[in-house]
């Protein structure tokens, strides 16, 4: 039960640390050269300055096609008393072939008038005229290329003109990668209860590469003191840089720290920065050794903060530039003193204004990294970025991109990603940029200026009618509707619907309130109203649920029908609240009412693990789920657009693809949706 | 002697060509998909969008180290009455393990106090605290990446984290590449007299790299229409793609275009850019073929012209961004209104504007797109662009690294190059660009503010001094004049010296006049008073001189000896003024005097060469290509640099470097210097 932890990591800021780590190792990195065929030299660093071998041309050579003369026999030609010369005086010439005395000019072939055995010259040829001398191009002995320099394809194309076939290029530096943890698995593998697919050293290999060295992966290495410290000091030994993941932080097997303070010397462990902390660096055997986290994120912002500048360095590759620009936080960012944070942001142009929206904040939120356009930089000092506030963003997209790229925030769809697949795939250079904050969110989005489109499905109450009203409450400026597709809401439950739920007065167990009585009282084994089924709710699940019934205590006390909700401002919150209300049930009485989840998916995903039971959503998320759907209500999703905006390239592209017929196939295949007024637009 | 040629080729404008050629193309062109490991799939094109095969995390799991507990036991602890926690009330758990029910809350291990078979909780846990859902960052089923997404790291790790392990992306499209011509060479051959060293294919094959498909290389093929006509035909049926290279314009074996009419459709025939005329578009069942013209410049062009474009529609790469930047040009560019013209040009940031020089226009100039940064379009209903005015440069180095590159413009040395080179080696991100226009026209840069450093020899006659009067004369701002090298200027004549120059009164042969005089005259075959020496200047030159001499009219008129001059106001081009005055020499007496060219190296090239017996140059452009050398005067090689400029980074870097040991080394090696007062700053 016991296991020893290193619980508190002091930690320095990042600038410091790799400013503290880079001069450590400075004097112990080499650079190395290599001699590589120029043929195969796309893209490496010349090692040396190069001077040519060759001239080029390597002769006096004809720049036309036509005759080579002697200048001086020419001198007095003109129309009207043009030279005449025979045979023996000219040469005829294609463009590059040699000139030699005595003959110093070239006359272009459309300059001439050729009959048997001699030309007429009607304009006379200075010396050199339509002649590249030796050496024009290239001169044997200059330098054609600088040492650090970056070969490009023309490069290739000169060196060889100059008669170079192989060239000393910067060596790559070779990058050790180790992933250890017992827990975690080959992606090959099927994962079990509690594993881990392994794919940071994959990131990591290919960062490696893009940062201009090799990286070489190795087979995971299990939790084991030894077994790490061997194959650490093997690799430093071998390879001119050693990553090993995850274990840096100060964790019961958190082994790493003491494995490099055994080999070598740590010079930092823990940096201030979120996400990322946990980041060790080290020295063995002359070699920098890097541990890095194992939380996707923060192994990313490791990587990108400490190993790259060194790979730079041996590779001798300039520090990549990041296009930045200026933009409008969405919403308040608050950050601690104690570290400087990377917020993962979207960046979209609404208007003439960038707008940058913060995605999830978590290490562990990988997609975040895949769905972010750049960074947003809170620096150590700063407790944070007020909403509206104009910072600086690190882009990773192009600007271009962003111009050029629809901002959708509102509610969620799975027909949303439809339309980002389809949207550059059939208009060029435009994208489809999505974030989901429920449809109020989406408005709310809208009327600040910082979306193109926001995607709603919100039901007025009164009226019975969706949409509509909404938008003639909320704005002053001309908007228009976007019809989108009916969609079918329902209740997600498991497989085969175990706990028999037929709607939504089963999900109200009447136990809500006294749960909240229960929550301080001892443990007494009493059984709840909700017995019956939240009992087959926990021991269900399959075999997850089976696997770990030794080692966990047995159940004492069950719980009603485990909800999962979708958070406030959300068109499905808002419908389920009506239903509710419809039904009479109050929201106290469903468990779980206040767990909130972001997209339909999101619940689907709880309800198909051993975490909830139920959760309202649309049938395309429970089909993808494979769950099974209670239906509740059908609803029109829309989209609501400025005026302004519907002229736009990309927005007229993004209505043009609700009428597609590719868009049609797609939402067939989903299931669920109707769509016949698709595109439809409706001036309000 | 007679062969056909087609004189005239009618062209179109460059985006009329595009656009013609690629919407007849358009429908033929097929992307063709592969499937490929994830873990190979770096930089490679999404086929289609890619959706989720796991959840990440698998299951709910533990966000941190500490114990999993029922967040019901814990609602009253606090400081003051904390809860106690047997064994089988909590469970140890470190970051990712799994939690399952009952428990429902995860309690940090700083936040706890473990004693040997409890624990003591003194804060209350809110259900799902540090518990990260299943699917929290990744859900089954969710779409990954969108189709058209160019994969990066981070993409592979999550591609990996959900279970993805292949994935169809876009095949590279294959193109074949085809070099013609008999008197081309393969770089490994020894090159002879009239041979040309094939390297464009080298440069193709790596363009189509970067451009986003394989290049397939094949070997030289003759002027010979059938071995042509049968290569393409085979080449169109099994690649996506097939280049010709020359034989595109309308000389006498120029066969492309016969080639491509029998087999196919030749859409466009000449376009009206320069360089890179005679480009052909035409389809081959069905494929693209694109015949490019020989010389390097335009085959460049026209290859970024109008095969990148293709390769990309078939690679589904966006296009290329180029980064412009608006800029002064430093000279008049006159264009004419029958064609775009690409001027290369260098570009520099001096004070706060940017500056661009044009570089050698020919279409033969390989190395003026070597040492480019980018081009200046002129468009071709422009007639050119006045000095000063202000053009947009499109640019291949990034504008940072223009901003921290020294501006040289001046008289040249070889010793510019090895500052060049020693600069970005020594000093990270920082460059020297260099462009020779004599000390002069250096001066007159300075002035205009378009360069930071002018490296001058320019000896006062009255004084007998060098440089200092010249600044005072010309600048009315504080000038420093930084000591540079004492070199050695001389007369370079052939290697062992067959005419047995000696010094500047060998070089007037008094045969000037008369050789003008002679010009008009019927070529009578009688001997000029330099007989004697141009005899042998003309049937000199070792190999290349007997080679030809069977199939050039023999010699008929000796010339007198042929000096190569360099352009006004080149320092050279003082002294050698300066020096032939006062030897009462009348350059008219000299014959060559008028021909310039603008560099030492090029001077030299000419001497080595069967173009020309003297020049006058440095010793160490003697050295290097390996000529005789007759000492005429020592000189001083200096640097003007305006006084607001000295402090600088990047010429304070300069400044160091002609201190350092190692740009000393270096001088030693080329010879013919001395450095004792490199780096020396006076202020004047």
Same mark, same amino acid.
């Not at 061997?230 to 019961?252: E, K, W």
């Not at 960074?375 to 990773?396: M, P, T």
């Not at 999900?507 to 909240?516: F, P, R, V």
């Not at 975490?611 to 989209?639: N, R």
């Given at each position: 039960?016991?296991?020893?932890?290193?619980?508190?990591? &002091?930690?320095?800021?990042? !600038?410091?640390?790799?400013?503290?780590?880079?001069?450590?190792?400075?004097?112990?990195?080499?650079?190395?050269?290599?001699?590589?065929?120029?043929t195969e030299s796309l893209d490496r660093i010349t090692g040396s300055a190069i001077y040519a071998k060759y001239s080029s041309p390597l002769f006096n050579a004809s720049a036309m096609d036509g005759i080579a003369v002697r200048a001086a026999d020419t001198a007095y030609a003109s129309e009207t008393s043009p030279v005449v010369l025979q045979e023996a005086d000219y040469m005829v010439v294609d463009t590059g072939d040699p000139i030699h005395p005595p003959f110093d000019a070239v006359i272009m072939a459309e300059d001439i008038v050729e009959t048997e055995g001699e030309v007429r010259i009607i304009a006379s040829a200075h010396p050199w005229q339509h002649i590249r001398p030796i050496g024009e191009d290239i001169v044997a002995g200059e330098m054609i290329l600088p040492g650090n320099h970056k070969i490009r394809a023309i490069d290739i194309?000169?060196?060889?003109?100059?008669?170079?076939?192989?060239?000393?290029?910067? &060596?790559?530096?070779?990058?050790?990668?180790?992933?250890?943890?017992?827990?975690?698995?080959?992606?090959?593998?099927?994962?079990? !209860?509690?594993?881990? +697919? !392994?794919?940071?050293?994959?990131?990591?290999?290919?960062?490696?590469?893009?940062?201009? =060295?090799?990286?070489?992966?190795?087979?995971?290495? +299990?939790?084991?003191?030894?077994?790490?410290?061997?194959?650490? #000091?093997?690799?430093?030994?071998?390879?001119?840089?050693?990553?090993?993941?995850?274990?840096?932080? #100060?964790?019961?097997?958190?082994?790493?720290?003491?494995?490099?303070?055994?080999?070598?010397?740590?010079?930092?462990?823990?940096?201030?920065?979120?996400?990322?902390?946990?980041?060790?660096?080290?020295?063995?055997?002359?070699?920098?050794?890097?541990?890095?986290?194992?939380?996707?994120?923060?192994?990313?912002? =490791?990587?990108?903060?400490?190993?790259?500048?060194?790979?730079?360095?041996?590779?001798?590759?300039? !520090?990549?530039?990041?296009?930045?620009?200026?933009?409008?936080?969405?919403?308040?960012?608050?950050?601690?003193?104690?570290?400087?944070?990377?917020?993962?942001?979207?960046?979209? &142009?609404?208007?003439? &204004?960038?707008?940058?929206?913060?995605?999830a904040r978590g290490a562990g939120a990988a997609m975040s990294l895949v769905r972010a356009d750049g960074f947003c930089i809170i620096e150590q000092n700063s407790e944070g970025i007020e909403a509206g506030d104009v910072a600086e963003i690190e882009l990773y997209r192009s600007k271009r991109e962003i111009e050029n790229t629809v901002v959708v925030i509102g509610s969620h769809d799975l027909i949303l990603d439809v339309i980002a697949d389809i949207m550059p795939n059939a208009y060029k250079d435009m994208f489809v940029s999505s974030t989901h904050v429920g449809s109020m969110g989406g408005l709310m989005a809208l009327r600040r200026g910082e979306a193109h489109i926001a995607p709603i499905h919100l039901l007025d109450e009164e009226s019975g009618e969706y949409n509509v009203s909404y938008l003639k409450k909320m704005f002053r400026e001309p908007m228009a509707l976007v019809k989108g597709v009916h969609r079918i809401q329902g209740i997600m439950v498991k497989k085969g619907n175990p706990l028999q739920l037929e709607g939504l007065a089963d999900l109200c167990s009447g136990t809500g309130t006294e749960a909240k009585d229960l929550a301080g009282e001892e443990k007494d084994g009493k059984e709840t109203a909700g017995a019956k089924m939240a009992g087959e709710a926990i021991c269900g699940g399959g075999s997850a649920g089976e696997k770990i019934a030794s080692n966990v205590p047995a159940v004492k006390k069950a719980a009603s029908v485990r909800y999962v909700n979708r958070q406030r401002g959300a068109g499905t919150r808002v419908l389920f609240d009506y239903k509710l209300k419809q039904a009479g049930i109050d929201p106290s009485e469903i468990n779980g009412y206040e767990r909130e989840m972001a997209t339909h998916m999101a619940v689907a995903a709880a309800v198909a693990g051993d975490g909830a039971d139920a959760g309202m959503g649309v049938l395309s998320a429970a089909k993808a789920m494979g769950l099974d759907f209670i239906e509740v209500a059908p609803e029109e999703y829309d989209f609501a657009i400025p005026v302004k905006f519907l002229e736009l390239p990309h927005i007229k592209a993004f209505l043009e693809i609700l009428q597609s017929a590719e868009f049609h196939a797609r939402l067939a295949q989903l299931g669920g949706y109707s769509a016949e007024r698709s595109g439809e637009v409706i001036l309000l």
């Amino acid at each position: 039960m016991k296991r020893k932890r290193n619980l508190y990591l &002091k930690t320095i800021p990042v !600038e410091e640390a790799r400013e503290k780590y880079l001069s450590a190792i400075a004097d112990l990195i080499t650079v190395k050269h290599e001699t590589i065929k120029v043929t195969e030299s796309l893209d490496r660093i010349t090692g040396s300055a190069i001077y040519a071998k060759y001239s080029s041309p390597l002769f006096n050579a004809s720049a036309m096609d036509g005759i080579a003369v002697r200048a001086a026999d020419t001198a007095y030609a003109s129309e009207t008393s043009p030279v005449v010369l025979q045979e023996a005086d000219y040469m005829v010439v294609d463009t590059g072939d040699p000139i030699h005395p005595p003959f110093d000019a070239v006359i272009m072939a459309e300059d001439i008038v050729e009959t048997e055995g001699e030309v007429r010259i009607i304009a006379s040829a200075h010396p050199w005229q339509h002649i590249r001398p030796i050496g024009e191009d290239i001169v044997a002995g200059e330098m054609i290329l600088p040492g650090n320099h970056k070969i490009r394809a023309i490069d290739i194309g000169v060196l060889l003109s100059a008669g170079i076939l192989e060239i000393e290029v910067v &060596k790559r530096p070779e990058v050790a990668i180790f992933p250890t943890g017992t827990e975690i698995i080959e992606p090959e593998e099927e994962p079990e !209860e509690g594993s881990i +697919i !392994e794919s940071n050293s994959r990131m990591f290999e290919n960062m490696v590469t893009v940062a201009g =060295g090799i990286g070489c992966r190795f087979a995971p290495i +299990i939790d084991d003191y030894e077994k790490i410290r061997d194959a650490v #000091a093997q690799a430093a030994d071998r390879y001119d840089m050693v990553i090993i993941n995850a274990g840096s932080s #100060a964790g019961t097997e958190d082994y790493t720290v003491h494995v490099l303070r055994e080999l070598g010397e740590v010079i930092v462990h823990g940096v201030s920065v979120k996400p990322g902390k946990p980041v060790i660096l080290a020295v063995v055997q002359g070699k920098p050794v890097i541990g890095l986290p194992g939380y996707p994120v923060s192994a990313y912002i =490791g990587f990108e903060n400490f190993v790259t500048p060194i790979i730079q360095m041996i590779a001798r590759r300039p !520090e990549r530039l990041t296009e930045t620009l200026q933009a409008h936080i969405s919403r308040r960012l608050v950050s601690s003193l104690k570290h400087k944070e990377y917020v993962r942001v979207k960046v979209g &142009k609404v208007g003439d &204004k960038f707008v940058a929206a913060p995605l999830a904040r978590g290490a562990g939120a990988a997609m975040s990294l895949v769905r972010a356009d750049g960074f947003c930089i809170i620096e150590q000092n700063s407790e944070g970025i007020e909403a509206g506030d104009v910072a600086e963003i690190e882009l990773y997209r192009s600007k271009r991109e962003i111009e050029n790229t629809v901002v959708v925030i509102g509610s969620h769809d799975l027909i949303l990603d439809v339309i980002a697949d389809i949207m550059p795939n059939a208009y060029k250079d435009m994208f489809v940029s999505s974030t989901h904050v429920g449809s109020m969110g989406g408005l709310m989005a809208l009327r600040r200026g910082e979306a193109h489109i926001a995607p709603i499905h919100l039901l007025d109450e009164e009226s019975g009618e969706y949409n509509v009203s909404y938008l003639k409450k909320m704005f002053r400026e001309p908007m228009a509707l976007v019809k989108g597709v009916h969609r079918i809401q329902g209740i997600m439950v498991k497989k085969g619907n175990p706990l028999q739920l037929e709607g939504l007065a089963d999900l109200c167990s009447g136990t809500g309130t006294e749960a909240k009585d229960l929550a301080g009282e001892e443990k007494d084994g009493k059984e709840t109203a909700g017995a019956k089924m939240a009992g087959e709710a926990i021991c269900g699940g399959g075999s997850a649920g089976e696997k770990i019934a030794s080692n966990v205590p047995a159940v004492k006390k069950a719980a009603s029908v485990r909800y999962v909700n979708r958070q406030r401002g959300a068109g499905t919150r808002v419908l389920f609240d009506y239903k509710l209300k419809q039904a009479g049930i109050d929201p106290s009485e469903i468990n779980g009412y206040e767990r909130e989840m972001a997209t339909h998916m999101a619940v689907a995903a709880a309800v198909a693990g051993d975490g909830a039971d139920a959760g309202m959503g649309v049938l395309s998320a429970a089909k993808a789920m494979g769950l099974d759907f209670i239906e509740v209500a059908p609803e029109e999703y829309d989209f609501a657009i400025p005026v302004k905006f519907l002229e736009l390239p990309h927005i007229k592209a993004f209505l043009e693809i609700l009428q597609s017929a590719e868009f049609h196939a797609r939402l067939a295949q989903l299931g669920g949706y109707s769509a016949e007024r698709s595109g439809e637009v409706i001036l309000l």
